[in-house]
């Protein structure tokens, strides 16, 4: 479950969340990942827990100073992560996300203003043909 950060849940939150089938509720991922994607640009999370949410019964309510002192500890062992993952990184080769947008756009080329070509020239310009049926140099 992403929710807007930083913030803790509510009880009733968070019994919401588990009644949804969610089982780890995090502030970050979804909104990155998703802009990512439309970026076509290879991306992944390196994601530590802190603390359990508030449903959890037979744990206390959890305070910033505890989760504070988690994220420290937590900072070694995502650098040790972080170290064998970019040399992974730099031997996987080329990645699907670069070519996420390749059949996304299904407007004809020729229907899409001006402004939103502009708009979005960014992300879309090397998908889109500089006139209708010729490729984007």
């Known amino acids: 479950m992403c929710i807007e950060g930083p913030q803790f849940s509510t009880r009733a939150e968070s019994h919401l969340y588990r009644s949804w089938g969610a ?3 995090g502030m970050t ?3 990155e990942a998703r802009l990512a994607r439309e970026a076509e640009i290879a991306y992944a999370t390196l994601a530590m827990a802190t603390d359990y949410d508030c ?3 037979s744990h206390d309510d959890v305070t910033v100073e505890q989760v504070l ?3 420290k500890a937590n900072v ?3 650098q040790k992560v972080l170290r064998a993952a970019v040399a992974g990184i730099a031997n996987a080769g080329p990645s699907l996300a670069w070519n996420a947008l390749e059949f996304a756009i299904m407007t004809a080329p020729s229907q899409i203003p001006q402004a939103a070509r502009e708009r979005l020239a960014l992300l879309i310009d090397h998908r889109l043909p500089t006139k209708e049926g ?3 140099s």
């Open 134 to 136: 010729e490729p984007h």
């Open 23 to 25: 089982s780890v509720v």
């Open 69 to 71: 002192a988690v994220i």
């Open 76 to 78: 070694e062992k995502a």
């Open 29 to 31: 991922n979804l909104p």
């Open 55 to 57: 449903w959890h019964e």
